[in-house]
C-alpha cells in the first residue's frame, strides 16, 4: 500500500526557494513582514510557520502566530500585503500555511533595521533590497502610461552593446556608456518592461542581457 505524503511535507522537501520560506516562530514582525512584503512584490508565495530551516517541523505554539502574522501584514508593510492561511496538523504538530499573491499594488515596503521603510524582493531563497530599476518599472507601471520605445542614439548603442556581449553587470555598463547611473537605469527600465532586455538580480549586482524572441 502507497502512503500519500501530506501536501505539506511535500512542499517542505522542496526547500526553501523563490516561492517558499519557512519560519520557526513569529518572534520579529519586521522580518516576518519582509518575507509577506518579498513575496508580493515578486511572484508570490508561502510562508511555512512552525518549520525550521532545515526542514523539521517544530509546530506553532499558540494560536497567536496567525495573529502575528495579521499584524505584520498591516502594520509593518505599506501598503498592506494581503495573504489568507490554514492551519495543518503534521505528526501530531501544527503548521500554519501563509499563502501570498503577487500584488498588483508593489511596492509594498517593510522597515529595514534601522526602521526605514524599504522595497524587498525575493530572489532565491533570499529578501533583498530592489535595486533602482525596479523601483523605476514599479513607478512606470503604477504611472499607467504607455511606454513606446524611442530609438534615441542611447538607446542604440546599449542595444548594440548587448548584441556583442550575453550578459553584463550594471556597473559594467556605467562604465562602458557615457551616461549617468539614472539615465542608465531609466532606459533599462523601460527596455525590461517592453521584454527587449532581461534582469537577472543577485544580492550585490545585476546583470542585463537581451531576452530571446523564441521563449
Known amino acids: 500500500m502507497i502512503i ?94 501563509v499563502n501570498i499573491t503577487k500584488s498588483g499594488t508593489a511596492p509594498h515596503r517593510t522597515p529595514d533595521n534601522n526602521g526605514k521603510l524599504r522595497a524587498y524582493i525575493r530572489v532565491h531563497d533570499q529578501n533583498i533590497l530592489a535595486n533602482g530599476i525596479q523601483m523605476k518599472i514599479w513607478k512606470k507601471l503604477a504611472d499607467n502610461k504607455d511606454i513606446k520605445l524611442v530609438y534615441s542614439d542611447d538607446v542604440s548603442i546599449l542595444l548594440e552593446i548587448f548584441r556583442n556581449n550575453n550578459s553584463l553587470l550594471l556597473s559594467q555598463l556605467i562604465l562602458m556608456l557615457d551616461l549617468s547611473k539614472f539615465k542608465i537605469e531609466n532606459i533599462l527600465a523601460e527596455l525590461i518592461i517592453m521584454n527587449i532586455i532581461k534582469m537577472n538580480v543577485s544580492e550585490f549586482d545585476s546583470s542585463f542581457s537581451l531576452c530571446d524572441p523564441t521563449e
Open 4 to 97: 500519500k505524503k501530506h501536501k505539506i511535507v511535500n512542499l517542505i522537501e522542496q526547500g526553501e526557494g523563490l516561492h517558499l520560506d519557512f519560519k520557526f516562530e513569529v518572534s520579529d514582525p519586521a522580518k516576518i513582514a519582509r518575507s509577506l512584503a518579498s513575496f508580493a512584490n515578486t511572484e508570490g508565495g508561502k510562508l511555512l510557520i512552525g518549520v525550521e530551516d532545515n526542514g523539521k517541523i517544530s509546530g506553532i505554539k499558540s494560536e497567536e502566530e496567525y495573529y502575528m502574522v495579521e499584524n505584520s501584514a498591516s502594520k509593518y508593510c505599506d501598503p498592506k500585503v494581503n495573504f489568507n492561511s490554514k492551519e495543518w496538523i503534521i505528526t501530531g504538530k501544527k503548521v500554519l500555511e
